[in-house]
Nanobody, 115 residues
Framework: QVQLVESGGGLVQPGGSLRLSCTAS????????MAWYRQAPGKEREFVAH???????NYAGSVKGRFTISRDNAENTVYLQMNSLKPEDTAVYYC?????????WGQGTQVTVSS
């Protein structure tokens, strides 16, 4: 069973930065892509960013230019660097890994942007 463990969430002031980490229990080359999603209270889960096995990236329009997704294959870890954070970025952030057959999810990490 694949396990994804997120860390790095917390409380930050508007304009601040956080870096989220997602470490997989197996080699991340096994996945076609890894991604970050988020879910704010009362809203549906939404796509934030993804990175493919070939390191191509894609971002939601709301975070483009502020967030950067990256991967460290040796550590089986994917990162989400979040800069210029806004209150509307407040959400639980989930790591996702996918193959052709399945999606796997982490347990989520809370990010709160507030003064």
């Amino acid at each position: 069973q694949v396990q994804l463990v997120e860390s790095g969430g917390g409380l930050v002031q508007p304009g601040g930065s956080l870096r989220l980490s997602c470490t997989a229990s197996e080699n991340i080359f096994n996945f076609n892509a890894m991604a970050w999603y988020r879910q704010a209270p009362g809203k549906e889960r939404e796509f934030v960013a993804h990175i493919t096995v070939g390191s191509s990236t894609n971002y939601a329009g709301s975070v483009k230019g502020r967030f950067t997704i990256s991967r460290d294959n040796a550590e089986n870890t994917v990162y989400l660097q979040m800069n210029s954070l806004k209150p509307e970025d407040t959400a639980v952030y989930y790591c996702n890994a996918r193959t052709l057959q399945r999606h796997y999810w982490g347990q989520g990490t809370q990010v709160t942007v507030s003064s």
